[in-house]
């Protein structure tokens, strides 16, 4: 609320403008808790630092400060009459890169746009006629390149109001609709097509498949050195010679039989389509423990998401111990006497834990830093980096999450000779391992490491800070991390077999919010059909980071749809790009290995609008036919483009074939 004193001074100024017996209503006086931003939390008479109000070199004593992408959503009762304001980028944002703009709805319809707006600029003032509306929308968009330093101003803003208050509304409640079908009783084998493994490590590779169980597995040309076990389809063993091994792998049960080619690498090359499993963070943070783990692994069996392809059990931090806590799980001694790396006492038996997860056919990841210390201060590899990776060897580990965090005061400089230093020490280790070991670079994008990561010897690599850094913010940085970044800097040229880029997990479900609570993930409905739909095209791996043990009907429907999955699978391995942008429509292409696309039209605004992909932008020619991959089914022959009505937020994924 407005002390007493502002408000009286805050009167006096725009009284005059007020039509007879009309009242006067700042914005600030709303309920700013409905105000979704992309950074920060809204502020009243002051800038998103905290700071006064200030554009161009002009002061304000009222309004709100935000930050791009700012949505907020306000109800009126159709007898509000104006809304004043003076817009613009905050004086104190301290940069030349920021750039916002402000767009004005009311009932669906645009009735004011600032422009691009930079540091600097003189305010723009705002009078909007809003007689007869009854839904009003504010919006701060960023321009197009990135929400940095976009500290945005709603200077002076008041309403000038002849009936009702304007109240502040969350934004338009979505149903959960599942829009997958259930996979038929039949058998189907999902999932990679291809997999990689090095001479002579070991191989554990689950022939994923749904259908009714029991359900019975069979293996034709299966080389020397690998066995399949029938009843689980588990396939184990380790290959001596390089070399590929196609197998068609089978399964049986009451009602039918599937059959499908499964190619085995055997060379230097990992991670040949992107890595698919659960991480712990997002759910748990540093309350992770055994049980957590192992529980983890039985839900993976028990909802079927091992039968989609997923096979990776993540630990994330706070599995060490933090040196000098003096008592508590995270006490004890960091290292043994032979230098080695000590679990703490919520992690009793690291290999007895890696054993339990590999007998549900499944892989175990663990996660460190090349800083003395991880992100939330235990002990990190620094100066132990060999004896660390013989630890994870000798434990069982199957990928690793090399997380930059306080490796920051260890280098000389974030030069790219020193953001590559730790990963490139790392890789060389491990490339003399028994073992295979997955490595995810985790280093937020710095130094455009999807220029170098795979060179390095990483097989993903995160492009931009974490996706759930602010639980409130996750949805604008769905956008901004994995649209914008992706897109601005050309991502597909990078990726490909043996390395992915990765914008962070899959963030649906039950998260953390930081706060000591778990709670429904933020993101819409729409967004987790979006956010699914943009890793598959982009192919980004798929690890989901939510409370697996809780995962819903809904939830599974998004993370478990094949069609999609064999999308983010695709052998040919090339990640897809934003090939058209109209205002808050995009559409994105992938090339599949069949010679088919993979298009996704979606839609970044507010409201529902049809997004039109053109076969000039697509890149195919003649007629194609179209099939809805989210429903799985097909829709239509078409000639020339494809069109379709897209919801707030929310995305439409076909695949067009050329039809005959």
């Known amino acids: 609320m407005l002390a007493t004193r502002t408000l009286f001074s805050f009167l006096a100024v725009f009284a005059p403008l007020s039509a007879a017996g009309a009242e006067i209503v700042p914005l600030a006086s709303l309920d700013l808790a409905h105000m979704r931003q992309g950074w920060g939390r809204p502020q009243v008479n002051r800038a998103i630092r905290e700071t006064p109000l200030s554009i161009g070199g002009r002061r304000f004593d009222f309004g709100v400060g935000t930050h791009a992408a700012s949505v907020l959503w306000i109800e009126l009762d159709g007898k509000t009459e104006r809304f004043l304001a003076s817009v613009g980028l905050d004086d104190a944002a301290g940069s030349p890169a920021g750039s916002i703009t402000f767009t004005i709805f009311g009932d669906g319809r645009k009735l004011w746009q600032s422009g691009v707006m ?48 304007p109240a502040a509304l969350p934004a338009p409640r979505e149903e959960a609709v599942i ?33 009714d169980r029991p359900m019975t597995f069979a293996a034709d040309n299966l080389p020397e050195g690998l066995a399949l076990d029938p009843a689980t389809g588990f396939l184990t063993g380790s290959l001596a010679r390089k070399g590929a091994y196609s197998i068609t792998c089978r399964a049986r049960n009451a009602l039918g039989a599937a059959e499908r080619t499964l190619t085995i690498v055997c060379g230097d090359t990992l991670a040949l389509t992107p890595h698919m499993g659960w991480n712990s963070w997002y759910v748990w943070e540093n309350h992770v423990t055994d049980k957590i783990m192992r529980e ?35 006490a004890g001694e960091p290292r043994d006497a032979r230098g080695m790396i000590n679990s703490n006492t919520r992690f009793p038996d690291m290999k007895a834990l890696t054993d339990y997860i590999h007998s549900k056919g499944l892989k175990a990841g663990i996660y460190t830093s090349p800083g003395p210390l991880t992100c939330q201060g235990l002990t990190g590899a620094y100066r132990h980096e060999e004896l660390d990776v013989r630890r994870f060897v000798e434990w069982g580990f199957d990928f690793l999450k090399y997380d930059w965090c306080s490796y920051g005061g260890v280098a000389k400089d974030r030069g790219r000779a020193e953001l590559q230093k730790p990963y490139r020490l790392l890789s060389s280790i491990l490339a003399r391992q028994p073992r295979d070991i997955v490595l995810n670079l985790c280093q937020y994008g710095m130094g455009e490491v999807w220029e170098w990561g795979k060179e390095v010897g990483g097989q993903s690599w995160r492009t931009a800070g974490d996706l759930g850094g602010s639980f409130e913010g996750i949805g604008a940085a769905l956008f901004r991390d994995g649209f914008d970044v992706y897109a601005r800097n050309e991502l597909h040229k990078f990726g490909g077999p043996g390395g992915w880029n990765d914008p962070d997990y899959i963030l649906i479900g039950h998260l953390s919010n930081w706060r000591g609570q778990t709670v429904p993930t933020p993101l819409t409905p729409n967004e987790q059909y979006t956010q699914m739909t943009l890793w598959s095209i982009i192919a980004a791996p798929l690890i989901f980071s939510g409370d697996i043990a809780r995962a ?36 994105w292409v992938r090339e599949l290995e069949d010679g088919a696309r993979a298009v996704g039209l979606f839609n970044r605004g507010e409201f529902e609008t049809v997004v039109e992909a053109a076969w000039s932008d697509v890149g195919v020619a003649g007629p194609q036919a179209a099939r809805d991959l989210w429903r799985q089914r097909d829709v239509g022959r078409f000639m020339g483009r494809f069109s379709a009505p897209v919801p707030r937020h929310g995305v439409v994924l076909v695949k067009l074939t050329p039809a005959e």
């Open 552 to 587: 819903d009907a809904f939830t599974l429907n998004v993370l478990c749809n094949d069609e999609v999955i064999a999308v983010n699978q695709d052998p040919l391995g090339k990640p897809g790009r934003r090939v058209a942008k109209h205002e808050d429509a995009e559409v």
């Open 118 to 165: 930079r540091q600097g600029d003189a305010a723009k003032e705002v009078d909007v006629d809003l007689r007869g509306v009854r839904t009003l929308l504010l919006l701060v968009g960023d321009a197009g390149d990135g929400i940095d330093y976009d500290h945005a101003d709603w200077c002076a803003a008041r309403f000038i109001v002849a009936g009702a208050k």
């Open 296 to 330: 983890a692994a039985d839900a993976m069996v028990a909802n079927g998401m091992i039968n989609h392809g997923y096979m990776y059990i993540n630990i994330d931090d706070c599995w060490m111990v933090k040196p000098g806590a003096p008592d508590g799980p995270f």
């Open 179 to 211: 829009l997958t079908p259930p996979p038929p009783r039949t058998p189907r084998i999902n999932g990679a097509k291809v997999f990689g493994v090095r001479p002579g490590s070991p191989l554990l590779f689950t022939i994923p498949a749904t259908g």
